[in-house]
């Protein structure tokens, strides 16, 4: 079974803060993706990446980066966290293609607070 | 107006009912077309894609396309209390990697 594991479940931040978020994945997959959701908007893809030390902007990276250093673990970075940043992040994974002929398999997510 | 529409819900059914979740999107480009499950506390798991107009069955869940309509259901036959979460459609073009996910509607079955 496809194991997508986040570092944390609820994690408390400052503003200003650098703050970074752990994902890890035990499947050997190629394409890693970053995820926020918030109520009313959905998922939104923040960024993705296909290979180690590649990466794609999504839809809204602004105030993110990522780091994919291993293929099983993709951060992303919040450079200094603002309280809009605020949200649930989701990390997922899938072999190429990707979704939908590949599904993505997701992590439970981190509940990030900033305060 | 955005590219994927979903009525939040709450929807509530009592169990046993056949229960409609709905999805229009703008974009006549989106070729391919998936429903996600999410429970509380957990991240999306995929339960059914497509890729053309049309019906497709997998067990008690039917996904349907009118690509025509822009208007994307999925159907759920015989709901059960374990069908409650929240159900998204996400919608990707014949191109890119990335897909726009709908805001999820909140089913509860009650027993």
């Known amino acids: 079974d496809v194991k997508v594991t986040q570092s944390s479940r609820y994690l408390v931040k400052r503003t200003g803060e650098k703050v970074f978020l752990e994902c890890v994945q035990d499947m050997d997959h190629e394409n890693m993706f970053w995820y926020r959701q918030d109520p009313g908007l959905g998922l939104r893809l923040i960024y993705f990446s296909y290979d180690v030390k590649m990466k794609e902007k999504g839809d809204i990276p602004e105030g993110y980066s990522v780091s994919r250093e291993k293929k099983e673990r993709f951060s992303l970075i919040l450079e200094s966290a603002s309280t809009n940043q605020t949200s649930m992040y989701l990390c997922a994974s899938s072999l190429v293609p990707g979704p939908p002929k590949q599904p993505q398999h997701f992590g439970d997510g981190t509940r990030l607070s900033i305060l | 107006q955005k590219e994927v529409e979903q009525d939040p819900g709450p929807l509530s059914v009592p169990e046993g009912a056949i229960v409609s979740l709905n999805c229009t999107y703008s974009?006549?480009?989106?070729?391919?077309f998936m429903w996600y499950r999410q429970y509380s506390r957990k991240g999306p798991e995929l339960l059914m894609y497509t890729y053309s107009s049309g019906n497709k069955e997998d067990g008690r869940f039917t996904a349907q396309v009118d690509k025509s309509s822009k208007y994307i259901s999925l159907f759920i036959r015989d709901s059960q209390p374990s069908d409650s979460a929240t159900y998204l459609c996400a919608i990707r073009d014949n191109y890119g990697q990335n897909f726009v996910f709908g805001p999820g509607t909140r089913l509860s079955v009650l027993p």
């Open positions: 974009n006549s480009a989106f070729q391919y």
